[in-house]
């Protein structure tokens, strides 16, 4: 089966401009999740969506940062506008129950510079 | 506040010397333990969910365990492939997501030949 892709796998942007950040879950996993890690720090949650609907959006950080799951398939994370200590990986994780029974799978990262 | 914390940051071992990894947790309520392997450049690869204390689990060279207070990664006569960042992550019983995980800031491991 295919895993969770996300897409771009690097970014580079300026200060103050807009970037969004997608994710492909696995097939079939209603739950999809956000996490980042900022340099030098642990992964952090952002936000779990159960199809489409936001179930804990407790770690986003800001108003600048808009997930979105139309369709309840893949998943966009918008930054705008982007500050320097927004800079970091970007992971994306789905499964197929929300209890993580099987497993959380993770997509490689967006690893996103602002500058 | 839910706090993990792993030891060592870091760890070099010789092919074939065993070793433990530690994570140590502060929970309210803990539901389930994962440990992970990260490669460079990739997300974290799921190895393991213990569920309560006393429980093991193994997968080839790898078995973690679990007390009330820590889990250790136990790794018999690693090899150059075993060479990872090894995350935990733990997950607590309540609230409202499940799928909230905290995670260590990980061990860096390396298996010289």
């Known amino acids: 089966e295919a895993g969770v892709t996300q897409f771009p796998s690097h970014s580079v942007i300026e200060k103050g401009q807009t970037v969004t950040l997608r994710c492909d879950p696995i097939?079939?996993?209603?739950?999809l999740y956000w996490y980042r890690r900022v340099m030098g720090k642990e992964i952090k949650f952002l936000l779990h969506?159960?199809?489409?609907?936001?179930?804990?959006e407790s770690g986003m950080p800001n108003n600048r940062f808009l997930a979105e799951r139309t369709g309840g398939t893949y998943s966009t994370l918008k930054v705008q506008p982007a500050e320097l200590e927004d800079s970091g990986v970007y992971f994306c994780?789905?499964?197929?129950?929300?209890?993580?029974?099987?497993?959380?799978?993770f997509g490689s990262g967006t690893r996103l510079t602002v500058v | 506040e839910d706090q993990v914390t792993q030891s060592p940051e870091a760890l070099r071992l010789q092919e074939g010397e065993s070793s433990s990894l530690n994570c140590s947790y502060t929970?309210?309520?803990?539901?389930?333990l994962f440990w992970y392997r990260q490669d460079p450049g990739k997300g974290p690869e799921f190895l393991f969910t213990?569920?309560?204390a006393g429980e093991e689990k193994e997968k080839e060279r790898l078995k973690a365990t679990l007390t009330k207070k820590e889990s250790f990664l136990h790794i018999t006569a690693p090899k150059p492939e075993d060479s990872a960042t090894y995350l935990c992550?733990?997950?607590?019983?309540?609230?409202?997501?499940?799928?909230?995980?905290?995670f260590g800031q990980g061990t860096i491991l390396t298996v010289h030949p």
């Open positions: 992550a733990v997950q607590t019983s309540g609230g409202t997501s499940y799928g909230k995980l905290t």
């Open positions: 213990l569920y309560s």
């Open positions: 994780a789905s499964s197929q129950d929300v209890l993580g029974n099987y497993g959380y799978t």
């Open positions: 969506f159960v199809k489409e609907s936001k179930q804990d």
């Open positions: 929970v309210s309520g803990l539901r389930g």
């Open positions: 097939s079939g996993h209603d739950n």
